[in-house]
């Protein structure tokens, strides 16, 4: 590492190590190699001209792993495929947040999941899962895998350990018959929409048992609900986590990009399935990400307090039937000792039930004012939705009852606006019905 490099890539200060809040304002970015500028500027090119032909020969190498890195040997710059300064930078602040070796940006969060999963995949192998999970990740596990030859075996966030413990035991048999393995525990906690949660250090107890020939597979986290601040998986045992960057850490609903974080040892084969397929992000993307990330702990802190409020109205509410909101569970529920020990605060994105069904719930979204009809969450602005005929639409309705996305069922993700606004939105709204 260079003087310079050293400088801007700061982890402490006088014994004391500096916060990831902090950090998000200048770690690894040289203000000396653009001009001086404070912020960093959009890299937008393609390629990157080599001084000699001999660099170009050495970056090769090591971006192609066909040689160890030297003492102190960083990868060159070679092509936007490979590697880009905006990214660069992007990934080394998105390590912070998740207490991770490495992090990988990607051109969303469903390249992220898909890439992180066809890196560990082969055909006869059988991916454990968690459900319900997001319905993108719901059509790649049922139809895009098995093509593949890869099958699967769900187990309901609401069956607790029993239910993971069977699902290893069913994915075990089904595996011996394919001569395949069990190639990844994926776990999408807290669950959209339901907020169900997983036990992560469960799940790795369940890889660590199923270590053979030195390898066990990895337990890849969908850390998208609580963001990098409220849930940081890698500290709970998971190997990978991902995060829809398009939600909380990009915060304002106007980019698409996905992250994946872990320990070089696991992200390496997931860097290089993203070169081949071409699944990373771009540099402007990158760069708008940099700006958000500034004021991440500021948005979530804002918008989890609002979510707190909000809540509290829906459940005193008449219309209403039952508020999935985390600081709810009751204690002694299975869910609250997971909670206790794996989040650090509910979020600002759950879902509650109103009396009634579609017809009701229907009426509630098209009565809306200021809270927007519109799926996604994590933005500035207040988002509803209707689950079961949106995002999980293409979830066949006898198992969207059992997983519990119900017809009555609306989520929604609180923004940073005036919560008493919010608050008199629904009102007005719920009286629709
Ligand atoms: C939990 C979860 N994971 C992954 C995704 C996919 O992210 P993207 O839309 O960035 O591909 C979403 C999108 O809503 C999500 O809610």
């Given at each position: 590492?260079?003087?310079?490099?050293?400088?801007?890539?700061?982890?402490?200060?006088g014994?004391?190590?500096?916060?990831p809040?902090?950090?998000?304002?200048?770690?690894?970015?040289?203000?000396?190699?653009?001009?001086?500028?404070?912020?960093p500027?959009?890299?937008?090119?393609?390629?990157f001209?080599?001084?000699?032909?001999?660099?170009?020969?050495?970056?090769?190498?090591?971006?192609?792993?066909?040689?160890?890195?030297?003492?102190?040997?960083?990868?060159?710059?070679?092509?936007?495929?490979?590697?880009?300064?905006?990214?660069?930078?992007?990934?080394?602040?998105?390590?912070?947040?998740?207490?991770?070796?490495?992090?990988?940006?990607?051109?969303?969060?469903?390249?992220?999941?898909?890439?992180?999963?066809?890196?560990?995949?082969?055909?006869?192998?059988?991916?454990?899962?968690?459900?319900?999970?997001?319905?993108?990740?719901?059509?790649?596990?049922?139809?895009?895998?098995?093509?593949?030859?890869?099958?699967?075996?769900?187990?309901?966030?609401?069956?607790?350990?029993?239910?993971?413990d069977?699902?290893?035991?069913?994915?075990?048999?089904?595996?011996?018959?394919?001569?395949?393995?069990?190639?990844?525990?994926?776990?999408?906690?807290?669950?959209?929409?339901?907020?169900?949660?997983?036990?992560?250090?469960?799940?790795?107890?369940?890889?660590?048992?199923?270590?053979?020939?030195?390898?066990?597979?990895?337990?890849?986290?969908?850390?998208?609900?609580?963001?990098?601040?409220?849930q940081?998986?890698?500290?709970?045992?998971?190997?990978?986590?991902?995060?829809s960057?398009t939600?909380?850490?990009?915060?304002?609903?106007?980019?698409?990009?996905?992250?994946?974080?872990?320990?070089?040892?696991?992200?390496?084969?997931?860097q290089?399935?993203?070169?081949?397929?071409?699944?990373?992000?771009?540099p402007?993307?990158?760069?708008?990400?940099?700006?958000?990330?500034?004021?991440?702990?500021?948005?979530?802190?804002?918008?989890?307090?609002?979510?707190?409020?909000?809540?509290?109205?829906?459940?005193?509410?008449?219309?209403i039937?039952?508020v999935?909101?985390?600081?709810?569970?009751p204690?002694?529920?299975?869910?609250?000792?997971?909670?206790?020990?794996?989040?650090k605060?509910?979020?600002?994105?759950?879902?509650?039930?109103?009396?009634?069904?579609?017809?009701?719930?229907?009426?509630?979204?098209?009565?809306?004012?200021?809270?927007?009809?519109?799926?996604?969450?994590?933005?500035?602005?207040?988002?509803?939705?209707?689950?079961?005929?949106?995002?999980?639409?293409?979830?066949p309705?006898?198992?969207?009852?059992?997983?519990?996305?119900?017809?009555?069922?609306?989520?929604?993700?609180?923004?940073?606006?005036?919560?008493?606004?919010?608050?008199?939105?629904?009102?007005?709204?719920?009286?629709?019905?």
């Amino acid at each position: 590492m260079s003087g310079t490099e050293k400088k801007y890539k700061l982890k402490s200060l006088g014994g004391r190590v500096l916060s990831p809040e902090t950090q998000m304002m200048g770690y690894g970015f040289s203000p000396e190699l653009s001009e001086g500028s404070l912020k960093p500027p959009i890299f937008q090119t393609s390629t990157f001209v080599f001084q000699s032909a001999e660099e170009g020969k050495a970056f090769f190498e090591l971006a192609y792993g066909l040689r160890e890195k030297q003492e102190a040997e960083e990868i060159g710059l070679i092509y936007s495929r490979i590697n880009n300064p905006n990214l660069e930078v992007l990934e080394d602040r998105l390590a912070l947040w998740d207490k991770a070796e490495k992090s990988l940006v990607f051109a969303s969060g469903m390249a992220a999941i898909s890439t992180a999963l066809f890196s560990y995949l082969k055909p006869g192998d059988v991916l454990v899962h968690s459900e319900p999970v997001y319905g993108g990740t719901e059509y790649l596990v049922h139809n895009i895998l098995p093509e593949f030859g890869v099958r699967r075996v769900g187990f309901n966030a609401e069956d607790g350990a029993a239910g993971m413990d069977a699902a290893i035991d069913q994915a075990r048999a089904l595996a011996a018959e394919s001569g395949g393995r069990i190639g990844a525990i994926y776990v999408e906690t807290p669950a959209n929409p339901t907020n169900g949660l997983v036990d992560i250090a469960a799940a790795r107890a369940h890889s660590d048992a199923l270590q053979q020939d030195g390898r066990r597979p990895p337990v890849i986290v969908d850390n998208t609900f609580l963001g990098p601040l409220w849930q940081t998986p890698l500290e709970l045992g998971a190997d990978l986590t991902i995060t829809s960057l398009t939600k909380y850490v990009g915060g304002h609903s106007d980019l698409i990009a996905g992250s994946c974080s872990g320990a070089e040892s696991w992200i390496g084969p997931v860097q290089v399935m993203r070169t081949i397929l071409g699944t990373m992000s771009d540099p402007h993307t990158g760069w708008m990400l940099l700006r958000s990330l500034e004021t991440l702990k500021l948005r979530m802190e804002a918008s989890t307090a609002g979510a707190a409020k909000v809540a509290a109205f829906l459940r005193g509410h008449e219309k209403i039937d039952a508020v999935w909101y985390l600081d709810y569970l009751p204690e002694g529920h299975p869910d609250r000792a997971v909670y206790d020990r794996q989040c650090k605060s509910p979020g600002s994105t759950f879902s509650f039930e109103v009396k009634g069904g579609e017809r009701e719930a229907f009426a509630v979204l098209n009565a809306l004012k200021i809270i927007k009809l519109a799926v996604s969450l994590g933005g500035t602005e207040t988002l509803a939705s209707h689950p079961a005929a949106m995002t999980h639409s293409d979830v066949p309705p006898a198992e969207r009852e059992r997983l519990g996305i119900k017809a009555s069922l609306i989520r929604i993700s609180v923004g940073v606006e005036e919560l008493e606004d919010l608050i008199a939105d629904l009102d007005q709204a719920l009286a629709a019905i």
